[in-house]
Every structure is written in C-alpha cells, then in structure tokens.
C-alpha cells in the first residue's frame, strides 16, 4: 500500500489540505475497509480499478470514477475490485464551496460526480487529461490550473463561517460554539444556516468530528495507551463520552478500530 502527500501551490494553499495518491496491488483475498469522517471534502479520480461503495450489507454502487465526497457524518465501507490507484484533492472544510455554485449540503453523504458540478463537456476534458498524464506532478498542474480558474469565477465563503471553522481547528475542535459566539450570540442561527450551505454540516458536528480526528491521530500514534488520558487530553467528559462519539462516526470502539482489518486505510489516512 503506498500512499503519499503533495502541498499545494501558495495561491491554493488556504483552500486546499493536500494531494494525495494511493496504489494498491490487485489482492484476491481483499477486505472491505470502513472509512470515518474526517471533516473534510474530497474531489478523487479512480485510474485503476472500479471500487465499491456498500450501501448496506449486500448491496453497494461502484463510485463515479470522477467524483466529489462531500462532508461524512457516519462510516461507510467500500471495496476495491482489483488494482487500486487514486489521486485525489483535500479540501478543507470551508475550501470546496470557492469552486462551486451549489450549496456545499447538497454534496453530503454521498459521491457527486464531477460532472454534475462543472458540465460534461469540461469533466470529460478534465478526467481525460488527468488518465492522461505522465506523472502525478502533471496532474497537479492539471488540477491546479483548473481551480484556479474555478476560483477567480466564485464569490468567496462568509467570514464568520471561515473565523468560526478557524477556532474549531486551532482548538482541535474542543471549543463551542457558545464560546466562539459569545460577543454576539444572536449570530448562531446566521451561523448554523450558513455553515451547512458552505460547509456540509453543522458547526456542532463538524466540530465533534475534529475533536475525535484529533483523539483518533493519538490512539493511532500510540502517544498515550490509556483511553482514559486520550479522552482527558482531547477534553471529554470522561471515558465514556469519548467511546460513544468514537462509535458514532466510525461505528466500532476505540479497541476494535485498533485491531480491525477495516481499518487499515483509515488508518493510513488520519495517522
């Protein structure tokens, strides 16, 4: 499994976390992995081949091989069906809405191919030129080129919701809301209304699944064995508090994430 990192260009670097690409041989006895919100947005193209998205136990869709994952509040699993190689772009949470016209909520919870979001005709140039390239430095360019592009076309995201996602991820999520309001709450519902247009979900959602990728990063680093010091450290109420919001967005405790073939990408991408 080889899985790497790429920084974006200082004009993108505001908007954009990183690039990133993942090849996996072709493996017969494949496990399925479950993936956990991490509070961002991702635009992915598959160069390999076909994965599956499982709906339910049984059933599941093969992703759009050009395609958008808007923000995730509960786990999913997929599945590749042979070799595996992706590149990708990591928006922060408030990055993507400077790209696009629709409303950041409408992308939730589901894969949204690109062309829904840009037009067929520029999609299918993009996607192609993508599959096209030499290297994953040409892709970049690529991909670059056209945000930059998308981005002098938008209006920029409201202050308030780039201030308010600012405290939550300098404070790994441990502030409220009430805290970050507490000059003007009357705010709050201006607020809550435009956080889940630009962003996804709401400032409290997005805010507990910060709080637990910050959690998560400790218990896969082994910076401290105790579940009791990771939840004091990332300041739950107590042991008990941080197993349940573990379970709700992975949907696994804290020791069977740990110990889980499902996990292993997961655990590659938030490490």
């Known amino acids: 499994m ?10 993108l670097q ?10 996996v041989p072709a493996d017969p006895d494949v496990q399925r ?12 193209f598959i160069l390999g081949d076909d994965i599956k998205r499982y709906t339910s136990e049984d059933e ?13 509040i509960e786990p999913f699993y997929i599945e590749p069906t042979g070799y595996v190689n992706t590149f990708a772009i990591r928006f922060y949470p408030y990055g993507f809405a400077n790209f696009v016209k ?7 919870n589901k894969e949204t191919p690109i062309s829904v979001l840009f037009g067929t005709n520029i999609s299918e140039q993009l996607e192609k030129s993508i599959i096209q390239a030499s290297s994953t430095a040409q892709r970049i360019e690529i991909i670059e080129n056209f945000l930059l592009q998308k981005l002098s ?7 308030i919701v780039k201030l308010t996602l600012d405290a939550l991820l ?6 409220s809301i009430s805290d970050i309001l507490k ?11 435009k956080f889940v247009k630009q962003i996804g979900i709401s400032p409290k959602q997005l805010g507990k699944v910060i709080r637990l990728q910050s959690a998560l990063k400790m218990l896969l680093n082994e910076e401290d064995s105790s579940l009791t010091n990771i939840a004091y450290e990332s300041e739950y109420y107590d042991q008990a508090h941080f197993i349940k919001d573990f379970k709700e967005f992975t949907g696994i405790s804290p020791k069977e994430f740990l110990g889980s073939e499902n996990m292993k990408l997961s655990s590659i991408f938030y490490k």
């Open 33 to 44: 992995q479950r993936i956990v919100p991490d509070g961002t947005i991702e635009m992915a």
């Open 183 to 193: 000059a003007d709450l009357s705010k709050r519902r201006q607020l809550e209304r």
């Open 60 to 72: 599941f869709i093969l992703q759009p091989r050009a395609m958008v994952l808007g923000q995730t």
């Open 2 to 11: 080889d899985y790497q990192t790429f920084q974006p260009q200082a004009d």
């Open 153 to 159: 076309e938008q209006t920029t995201v409201d202050q």
């Open 14 to 23: 505001s908007l954009i976390s990183c690039y990133w690409t993942l090849e």
């Open 170 to 175: 300098s404070t790994k999520g441990k502030t």
């Open 102 to 108: 629709v409303p950041i909520k409408s992308l939730a």
